[in-house]
């Protein structure tokens, strides 16, 4: 057991309590706690009473500091080195071993990986516990033997991807997958029992070739095998049609649904179906990266650049990272799955770590659909304003001639009417006076309606601009309502729906139809869209954020997989300047430019080339500790590279843990110092934590909204 990080902690001594168990008579226990100094294992013990129910993965309660706390009994031992009487377990919550083996080692690891606590991970990794359910559960539980704690390494180096060879006597199964170059291998060695790694960019998002089939039929081959399978995906819509698709291929027990949506009782039921093994494929979203799985054979993740997929809470993990560390630890297949490929993607399949399951190109154009750009040479010439116009005249023909088809699909880039305004006069954007959030116009009478701050909800009705001296106020964007009002008058009779905020759409029916939807939000149409509109390309592509172009063209590509082919007169129009990210959607090329701007983060230097951790805060906690992080290094010969201290600039309104007061530094370190580095920002957290000599401050690695 590893020395106390703070003097007092450690559970005090006590007078002789109750008769200690005969076997094993010691339980360590990591208490539930986000502290970083107590983010280790504590001692007590099993008293005789308790015995049969204090098995390694149950959840307890113990005294603590002289407080009843909830944690989890990690495993028993002979003996206890805390030098001083055990104070007893206070009670065993559930004899439910919720904690197995395989997802106690991938916390541990996920929490080195993010340098994050334990008790962090473990909220995420098992869902809050059900009573009524429990008790029901409790007689088929298993019991998981115990297994001593290791040392896990943060992150495995790449080895050679394993060929993609046909497994013995096995064949796989010939649906959409035939048309994928290395997809018929990737199956017959899935089902034939190895562990293949693979990115793939699937062609269509609706259909009986789209996407949801196309995993589907990977956990199908991994079930073939006797294996288990885990899937991630973003949203409750994506999980519904995945869901859809597998009980038309394996049993419907074998499949278990873990997502906060659905609630918690429905969750902790899965959670327990999976636990005792009667169903055997999980499918969730990011919190399902973490599920009891047995005999896991297959990982994958569907459209991972999705920032749903982070968690947004401490350490932040993403899911795509939680399961590459499980497909290393349990030795099974991964699968990254996506219409575009992320530049983190990419890096795995340079590596040699993954191989690329792509289409031929004469499977490409015969499935997708034909791309159109507004600011093309041909375009200009027969639209000379198209540039400036927010829906110029290829794209209104592609609307109009697309409704006579089927439905057409709209994707703007921000939700509401107007929801950012500006100085008619001086054109600087309008602010709140009380907390200088940005103004917005929610409703559908334009800037005449009275603007309110879209951060603290305070209407502004004698706003004046403090630049010019200004009082009217214009659009410096358009929402999708805005958006639709405006589609509705262009093409009236036609029925025209929305998708965005909290009114997301999951599906439309094939009748000739404009859906208007935000970037994300867009719906899957019956036979896919006759036509799409990919209206503020330029506004996307704008946004101050190192990751703006693998975004919108992950953006793109997702809304273009949802038309119909170019022989059916399937058709996109893009509305954006003549850019590299453009041209990738021109080719449907989404490898291409993810190789393009990984090797351009490569030369930079910035991730996912290396590795970032941010330090955000008051400065002194933010110098002290940086300062602290960067001396420890030095000792061991690491010097890592710095960006910092700078204020943060707030996408959001101030908040308790983040004021405009705070300031930000950015460490960057490469993967092969990856272990050290973020063991050492553990260590000194934990350490500054316990003096408590400044003030509260956060950690993040990896976060991909901090450049």
Known sequence: MQPSLLQGFPAPARPAGPQLAGHLPVARVLVESSLPHLDRLFDYGVPDTLDHAATPGVRVKVKFNGQDLNGFLMERVAESDAGHTLVPLAKVVSPVSVLTP??????????????????????????????????????????????????VPDQAE??????????PAQDALPGAWAAYQNGQAFLQHLAGGGSPRAVLNPLQGFGPGGWPQLLAEAVAAAYASGRGAVVVVPDYRDLDRLEEALHRLLPEDAVARLTADDG?????????????????????????????VRDLGLVACWDDGDDLHIEQRAPYAHAREVLLLRAGQEDAACLLAGHSRSTEAQRLVEAGWARAVEAGRPDVRRTVPRIVNTADSFEQERDPLARIARLPGAAWRAAKEGLERGPVLVQVARAGYAPSLACEMCREPARCGSCQGPLAVAGASGTSAMPQCRWCSTPAPDWHCVHCGGRRLRKGATGVIRTAEELGRAFPGKTVVTSSGDQVKAGV???????????????????????ALLLDGDSLLRRETLRAGEDTVRRWFNAAAL?????????????????????????????????????LRMELQLPPAVRIASVTGPRAAVEHYTGAVAAELASS?????????????????????????????????????????????????????????SEPFQLRLDGIDVL
Do not use: H, M, N
């Open 158 to 167: 790449p080895r050679e991807a394993t060929a993609l060879q046909a497994g």
């Open 563 to 599: 038309v119909r082919p170019a022989a059916d007169g399937g058709l996109v129009v893009v509305t954006a300047a003549d850019t590299a990210a453009v041209g990738a959607l021109l080719r449907w090329d989404p490898a291409g430019y993810a190789e393009r701007e990984l090797s």
């Open 102 to 151: 395989a997802v106690r080692e991938l916390v541990y690891s996920v929490a080195a990986r993010y340098a994050g606590t334990v008790s962090d991970v473990l909220r995420v990794a098992v869902p809050p516990r059900v009573a009524k359910l429990d008790k029901e559960f409790a007689s088929a539980e298993p019991e998981w033997q115990a297994v001593p704690d290791q040392a």
């Open 509 to 531: 029916g094939p009748g000739k139809a404009l859906v208007v939807a935000t970037v994300g939000a867009e719906p899957v149409a019956d036979g896919g869209y006759a036509a």
């Open 637 to 693: 010969g690491i010097t890592l590279r710095t960006a910092g201290p700078a204020p943060v600039v707030l996408s959001g309104p101030p908040s308790p843990r983040r004021s405009a007061e705070d300031v930000r530094t950015l460490l960057f370190f490469p993967y092969g110092q990856a272990a050290a580095v973020t063991r050492v920002l553990r260590v000194t957290r934990a350490a500054a934590a316990a003096k408590r000599f």
């Open 264 to 292: 918690p009782t429905p969750r902790y039921r899965s959670f327990l179906r999976l636990l005792a093994g009667t169903a055997r494929v999980a499918i969730g979203t990011r919190s399902a990266a973490f599920a009891p």
